[in-house]
Nanobody
Framework: VQLQASGGGLVQAGGSLRLSCAAS????????MGWFRQAPGKEREFVAA????????DYADSVKGRFTISRDNAKNTVYLQMNSLKPEDTAIYYC?????????????????????WGKGTLVTVSS
């Protein structure tokens, strides 16, 4: 599975961005997908996850109500709509999946072992 994230950039606090993650390789539509982020000097953390049929989603508490994860299986693409951005959202954002994401609940993906990481995209939120 190959993953490529895009859509990052510089935005002012309160603004919005939409990240995309294009997937290719194996039958990616069978995989649940997640977004993670890593801020400077911090460990990588979970942001959001979505099951393979988009029937269930889960979010980190810090982004609930502001971020929305979605997917278009016909395009093998997962999205992360980010609204009301804050300076603390500044990070490199990665899409990810793995064998344990197949059939997993969105909540379980928070801690699931990731087998495939996409190349990250940088989001910078200025105050």
């Amino acid at each position: 599975v190959q993953l490529q994230a895009s859509g990052g950039g510089l935005v002012q606090a309160g603004g919005s961005l939409r990240l995309s993650c294009a997937a290719s390789g194996r039958t990616v539509v069978t995989y649940g997908m997640g977004w993670f982020r890593q801020a400077p000097g911090k460990e990588r953390e979970f942001v959001a996850a979505i099951t393979r049929n988009a029937g269930s989603t889960d979010y980190a508490d810090s982004v609930k109500g502001r971020f929305t994860i979605s997917r278009d299986n016909a395009k093998n693409t997962v999205y992360l709509q980010m609204n009301s951005l804050k300076p603390e959202d500044t990070a490199i954002y990665y899409c990810a999946t793995g064998i344990r994401f197949i059939g997993a609940t969105a909540q379980a993906m928070q801690d699931a072992v990731v087998d495939y990481w996409g190349k990250g995209t940088l989001v910078t939120v200025s105050s």
